[in-house]
Antibody, heavy 117, light 110 residues
């Protein structure tokens, strides 16, 4: 069974940077793209970007371009999402997910990031 | 960028009833790239339907998807208690690759 295990909740001040991890268990890490999705309270999911773990190539959503960095460490089978210049609107649950075809399956359990002064 | 609009926002039904959820795209979407997810409170979304009409592994056959072009539908033939949740449609676009979600439909117990 494939599992994506994310790091724990974070509390950050406005202007800070957060880095969340997502460890893949149960499949070959380099075989599947890893995506990151933001879900603000009471809102639908919003795609942030993806990384190809095999070569590190990334694509980002226009909304997050310039503030988000997605990376993959093949030695530890772990993906990372770093979001900088945090503001209150970035308070959300962040999910990693594996791309299969063009769908996301499975997803990590989610990481709550709270941005508050 | 393609915008997905889901309707209704909330669907109030009783167990055993049929649920029909709509997802309308602002421009034509390849059926191959349209998916549906279920999300329960405090949980990650779960893939239900991919390619507009194919059920994901382990998804009961009371869930079905249909549609093409700009109009897609998720149907739950007979609601079970565990089906009351949020549902999102998703599409994958190209040039450059990007993914968008609808705003969701909440299926609640009447």
């Amino acid at each position: 069974e494939v599992q994506l295990v994310q790091s724990g909740a974070e509390v950050k001040k406005p202007g800070a940077t957060v880095k969340i991890s997502c460890k893949v268990v149960g499949h070959t890490f380099t075989d599947y793209y890893m995506h990151w999705v933001q879900q603000a309270p009471g809102k639908g999911p919003e795609w942030m970007g993806r990384v190809n773990p095999e070569d590190g190539e990334t694509i980002y959503a226009a909304k997050f371009q310039g503030r988000v960095t997605i990376t993959a460490d093949t030695s530890t089978h772990t993906g990372y999402m770093e979001l900088s210049i945090l503001r209150s609107e970035d308070t959300a649950v962040y999910y990693c997910a594996t791309e299969v075809g063009t769908t996301f399956d499975p997803w990590g359990q989610g990481t709550l990031v709270t941005v508050s002064s | 960028e393609i915008v997905l609009t889901q309707s209704p926002g909330t669907l109030s039904l009783s167990p055993g009833e049929r649920a029909t959820l709509s997802c309308r795209a602002s421009q034509s979407v390849s059926s191959s790239y349209l998916a549906w997810y279920q999300q329960k409170p405090g949980q990650a979304p779960r893939l239900l339907i991919y390619g507009a009409s194919s059920r994901a592994t382990g998804i009961p056959d009371r869930f079905s998807g249909s549609g093409s072009g700009t109009d897609f539908t998720l149907t739950i033939s007979r609601l079970e208690p565990e089906d009351f949740a949020m549902y999102y449609c998703q599409q994958c676009g190209s040039s450059p690759p990007h993914w968008t979600f609808g705003q969701g439909t909440k299926v609640e117990i009447k």
